[in-house]
């Protein structure tokens, strides 16, 4: 197995994998997301309490998920990075921070706009979803502050891998005081305790959603990576040879 | 054809539904424009050196 | 035991440039590495490198036969480092700032007042460090060496801001701490003349 | 392994008697920002009880960030940073010295001070006690926290806003335990959870936080 590892970590390896990844992810995801819109919109029933509202939930819950997610990946390839010293890891962690950003952010908007119907206003401080993603965004631009204002890679590379690090303990932190905060003054949230009530034919595009989502995300993550890898190896002899090469590594 | 008005939450729901879709297509054409200056960056750089060879 | 440092194969890359590349280096108790090399050689970062301040692309520095890497407690107590900046701070007085220095190594008994009175500095005692002209905390810094009392010196530019018999009495300082058995790592612009064993590394 | 910490706090906090205005701009700073809520928002009494331990927590909180940017910057300019990361003291034991005589010189006396600001809203005694106990737990968090943030910015010299913009995300979570738990109190409601939530987090970071500021360090002083 670590042979297969070290031979995925080799930055040229994986340079040419990732070009050949990204439409194996991204055709199917967008297939699956078509999939999913449709079904939401039209075939699954409306929610007997929010009406056809709820159907913002197929774009809202995969956006949180991915938030959480792209956080993930920042941490683990930053902590990857640090311990083995592997460039790659710290490229996947620099290519998943603005990606993360957008589905938080998406995950924002599309939170306070089915809010709009709910609860009157664009904004309910008393949910504790919505306020634990916001910070999550504002950890998602300091790890971007930091990163962009260190020149040297390999040093914005390492302190940002610190700073996903203890992020990412804080991110479990923050979820849990946010709740116990939201429990002390009586918000209104956006969920019923266990959920909308979900019937098969409304969980099942919530389900292609998601992997749907997590399948877009991973090429717009691979294509990023495979920018990042380029720009860290520049000096090396494999980028040199392939630049030269007639038909080039576009 | 009323399916579109979504019960009168139309609006919300499909500005949600074209947010998503914007902001994934943004960070696609964004992270492609990103490769390309990356590439041509290295690019010119390399060449330069190889002509002076 | 022969205290020993030695480098094998170092590469640096600092941003575009690539400082050095597979260099290697091997120093004896009694033996001076001098490196050589105009501003911005590398120089500094080699030292910052050799101290573990700064990590190197490729390559491993040994002590005693061990990777530093795996010895970092034990390797740092058995050097001092002398950079371009004293190190000190400038609103103490310099006994306070040697008395934090020795604090920071209980084992060692070098007497203050002795260190002091050799390096001339020892009616500059109640002085806070920032009323010092360059000449005298570079002498400061200096008395931090002594007192450190350890194996491995690292000396980054030791001259500099340092009058004519400054000079002579740091390469007096080197040639004793040599004598005694122990290792010097420097970097100097100018040449160098010790009775002892020179090998030179150039940037 | 003490020794260290004793000697970077000992140096530190003589570094700090030497310059009192670094001890003292933060407290200015704390009462003026406890000043402006008043005149920003009128002087109603039920307002500023209702407000009050907001107010002052988010204010501790800005104080407590002022100060911290200039915690590693003065020794990264002297050079003293240099000699820390190569002594032979393990290098989170210095560190966690440092952050204990930066909160002796801005945590603690923000705690001191802060029954005085806490009269202005009318606080009655035993919330002012529980404001007190929750500013120590909290500005040591802070502090803790703070440390890290400024171990990561130290040689960029970018100033309090990005410093800010890194640690805040991670102390909202103190903010809000320490103001609701005041708030709380105030209410005469039972606040001791709070109270184990912000010293359980402050364990925590003392435990936690010392390898990760040692790890910034290390890695920005390249």
């Given at each position: 197995?670590?042979?297969?590892?070290?031979?995925?970590?080799?930055?040229?390896?994986?340079?040419?994998?990732?070009?050949?990844?990204?439409?194996?992810?991204?055709?199917?995801?967008?297939?699956?997301?078509?999939?999913?819109?449709?079904?939401?919109?039209?075939?699954?029933?409306?929610?007997?309490?929010?009406?056809?509202?709820?159907?913002?939930?197929?774009?809202?819950?995969?956006?949180?998920?991915?938030?959480?997610?792209?956080?993930?990946?920042?941490?683990?390839?930053?902590?990857?990075?640090?311990?083995?010293?592997?460039?790659?890891?710290?490229?996947?962690?620099?290519?998943?921070?603005?990606?993360?950003?957008?589905?938080?952010?998406?995950?924002?908007?599309?939170?306070?706009?089915?809010?709009?119907?709910?609860?009157?206003?664009?904004w309910e401080w008393g949910d504790p979803?919505?306020t634990s993603?916001l910070i999550?965004?504002?950890?998602?631009?300091?790890?971007?502050?930091?990163?962009?204002?260190?020149?040297?890679?390999?040093?914005?590379?390492?302190?940002?891998?610190?700073?996903?690090?203890?992020?990412?303990?804080n991110?479990?932190i923050v979820h849990y005081s946010v709740e116990w905060w939201s429990s002390l003054h009586q918000g209104q949230t956006?969920?019923?305790?266990?959920?909308?009530?979900?019937?098969?034919?409304?969980?099942?595009?919530?389900?292609?959603?998601?992997?749907?989502?997590?399948?877009?995300?991973?090429?717009?993550?691979?294509?990023?990576?495979?920018?990042?890898?380029?720009?860290?190896?520049?000096?090396?002899?494999?980028?040199?040879?392939?630049?030269?090469?007639?038909?080039?590594?576009? | 054809?009323?399916?579109?008005?979504?019960?009168?939450?139309?609006?919300?729901?499909?500005?949600?539904?074209?947010?998503?879709?914007?902001?994934?297509?943004?960070?696609?054409?964004?992270?492609?424009?990103?490769?390309?200056?990356?590439?041509?960056?290295?690019?010119?750089?390399?060449?330069?050196?190889?002509?002076?060879? | 035991?022969?205290?020993?440092?030695?480098?094998?194969?170092?590469?640096?890359?600092?941003?575009?440039?690539?400082?050095?590349?597979?260099?290697?280096?091997?120093?004896?108790?009694?033996?001076?590495?001098?490196?050589?090399?105009?501003?911005?050689?590398?120089?500094?970062?080699?030292?910052?490198?050799?101290?573990?301040?700064?990590?190197?692309?490729?390559?491993?520095?040994?002590?005693?036969?061990?990777?530093?890497?795996?010895?970092?407690?034990?390797?740092?107590?058995?050097?001092?480092?002398?950079?371009?900046?004293?190190?000190?701070?400038?609103?103490?007085?310099?006994?306070?700032?040697?008395?934090?220095?020795?604090?920071?190594?209980?084992?060692?008994?070098?007497?203050?007042?002795?260190?002091?009175?050799?390096?001339?500095?020892?009616?500059?005692?109640?002085?806070?460090?920032?009323?010092?002209?360059?000449?005298?905390?570079?002498?400061?810094?200096?008395?931090?060496?002594?007192?450190?009392?350890?194996?491995?010196?690292?000396?980054?530019?030791?001259?500099?801001?340092?009058?004519?018999?400054?000079?002579?009495?740091?390469?007096?300082?080197?040639?004793?701490?040599?004598?005694?058995?122990?290792?010097?790592?420097?970097?100097?612009?100018?040449?160098?003349?010790?009775?002892?064993?020179?090998?030179?590394?150039?940037? | 392994?003490?020794?260290?910490?004793?000697?970077?706090?000992?140096?530190?906090?003589?570094?700090?008697?030497?310059?009192?205005?670094?001890v003292l701009n933060p407290l200015f700073f704390f009462a003026m920002v406890c000043t402006l809520f008043p005149l920003a928002v009128g002087p109603s009494p039920e307002q500023l009880t209702f407000s009050g331990p907001g107010v002052l927590w988010v204010a501790a909180l800005l104080a407590a960030l002022l100060s911290l940017?200039?915690?590693?910057?003065?020794?990264?300019?002297?050079?003293?940073?240099?000699?820390?990361?190569?002594?032979?003291?393990?290098?989170?034991?210095?560190?966690?010295?440092?952050t204990l005589?930066h909160w002796l010189t801005s945590g603690l006396p923000l705690v001191l001070i802060s029954p005085v600001l806490a009269l202005t809203y009318r606080m009655p005694g035993n919330v002012m006690g529980v404001l007190m106990l929750t500013l120590l737990l909290g500005t040591i968090c802070l502090s803790l926290l703070g440390?890290?943030?400024?171990?990561?910015?130290?040689?960029?010299?970018?100033?309090?806003?990005?410093?800010g913009?890194?640690i805040l995300p991670l102390a909202m979570p103190v903010l809000l335990l320490g103001a609701n738990t005041v708030s709380l109190a105030a209410g005469n409601e039972m606040y001791t959870t709070g109270v184990w939530a912000l010293a359980a987090y402050a364990v925590a970071a003392i435990?936690?936080a010392?390898?990760?500021?040692?790890?910034?360090?290390?890695?920005?002083?390249?």
């Amino acid at each position: 197995m670590w042979k297969w590892f070290h031979k995925l970590a080799s930055p040229p390896h994986f340079y040419r994998l990732a070009a050949t990844l990204i439409p194996w992810l991204a055709v199917p995801g967008l297939m699956l997301i078509a999939y999913g819109a449709y079904a939401g919109l039209f075939v699954a029933p409306e929610d007997y309490q929010q009406g056809d509202a709820f159907r913002i939930i197929y774009v809202h819950v995969p956006s949180a998920y991915l938030s959480m997610m792209a956080y993930m990946f920042m941490a683990f390839g930053g902590a990857i990075g640090l311990i083995w010293r592997m460039k790659l890891a710290h490229a996947v962690g620099a290519a998943a921070a603005p990606i993360g950003a957008a589905f938080t952010f998406l995950a924002l908007v599309t939170g306070s706009i089915w809010g709009r119907p709910m609860w009157g206003t664009w904004w309910e401080w008393g949910d504790p979803r919505l306020t634990s993603e916001l910070i999550l965004l504002f950890l998602y631009f300091g790890y971007m502050a930091l990163r962009s204002s260190i020149d040297d890679t390999a040093k914005a590379d390492k302190a940002s891998a610190v700073l996903a690090l203890v992020g990412v303990v804080n991110v479990v932190i923050v979820h849990y005081s946010v709740e116990w905060w939201s429990s002390l003054h009586q918000g209104q949230t956006l969920f019923k305790e266990g959920g909308p009530a979900m019937d098969a034919s409304m969980l099942y595009p919530l389900l292609a959603m998601i992997l749907g989502f997590t399948l877009v995300f991973g090429a717009l993550l691979a294509r990023r990576i495979r920018t990042e890898v380029l720009y860290r190896e520049r000096r090396t002899r494999w980028v040199r040879e392939m630049i030269l090469s007639p038909e080039g590594g576009k | 054809m009323d399916a579109m008005a979504m019960g009168n939450y139309g609006m919300y729901v499909w500005s949600c539904f074209g947010i998503t879709l914007a902001v994934i297509l943004i960070s696609d054409v964004r992270a492609r424009l990103r490769h390309k200056q990356v590439y041509r960056e290295i690019e010119v750089r390399i060449k330069a050196l190889e002509e002076r060879k | 035991m022969t205290a020993k440092l030695s480098g094998s194969d170092l590469t640096l890359i600092r941003g575009e440039r690539c400082l050095f590349e597979g260099l290697s280096f091997a120093l004896e108790p009694g033996q001076l590495l001098l490196l050589e090399g105009e501003n911005g050689s590398g120089k500094t970062s080699l030292m910052r490198a050799i101290a573990m301040l700064l990590s190197l692309e490729s390559g491993e520095i040994c002590w005693n036969g061990e990777p530093v890497l795996s010895q970092r407690q034990e390797y740092h107590g058995a050097l001092v480092w002398l950079a371009h900046r004293t190190g000190l701070k400038g609103d103490l007085t310099l006994v306070e700032n040697l008395r934090f220095e020795n604090a920071l190594r209980p084992q060692n008994r070098i007497d203050i007042d002795e260190v002091l009175s050799r390096l001339g500095i020892g009616r500059l005692k109640s002085l806070p460090v920032r009323s010092l002209s360059a000449g005298q905390q570079r002498r400061v810094a200096l008395a931090r060496m002594l007192l450190a009392d350890v194996p491995l010196w690292l000396l980054d530019e030791p001259f500099t801001n340092l009058d004519r018999n400054g000079r002579l009495l740091v390469m007096q300082l080197v040639e004793e701490h040599l004598d005694g058995g122990g290792l010097c790592v420097m970097a100097a612009h100018q040449d160098v003349s010790v009775d002892a064993l020179v090998k030179r590394v150039s940037l | 392994m003490v020794a260290g910490l004793v000697a970077v706090t000992r140096r530190d906090l003589l570094l700090a008697w030497k310059r009192p205005g670094d001890v003292l701009n933060p407290l200015f700073f704390f009462a003026m920002v406890c000043t402006l809520f008043p005149l920003a928002v009128g002087p109603s009494p039920e307002q500023l009880t209702f407000s009050g331990p907001g107010v002052l927590w988010v204010a501790a909180l800005l104080a407590a960030l002022l100060s911290l940017n200039s915690l590693f910057l003065g020794d990264h300019e002297d050079g003293s940073l240099d000699q820390l990361l190569v002594s032979a003291q393990p290098l989170p034991m210095l560190v966690l010295g440092k952050t204990l005589a930066h909160w002796l010189t801005s945590g603690l006396p923000l705690v001191l001070i802060s029954p005085v600001l806490a009269l202005t809203y009318r606080m009655p005694g035993n919330v002012m006690g529980v404001l007190m106990l929750t500013l120590l737990l909290g500005t040591i968090c802070l502090s803790l926290l703070g440390s890290i943030g400024a171990a990561l910015t130290v040689g960029l010299n970018r100033g309090t806003a990005l410093l800010g913009l890194l640690i805040l995300p991670l102390a909202m979570p103190v903010l809000l335990l320490g103001a609701n738990t005041v708030s709380l109190a105030a209410g005469n409601e039972m606040y001791t959870t709070g109270v184990w939530a912000l010293a359980a987090y402050a364990v925590a970071a003392i435990s936690l936080a010392p390898y990760a500021t040692a790890a910034a360090l290390r890695i920005s002083n390249e």
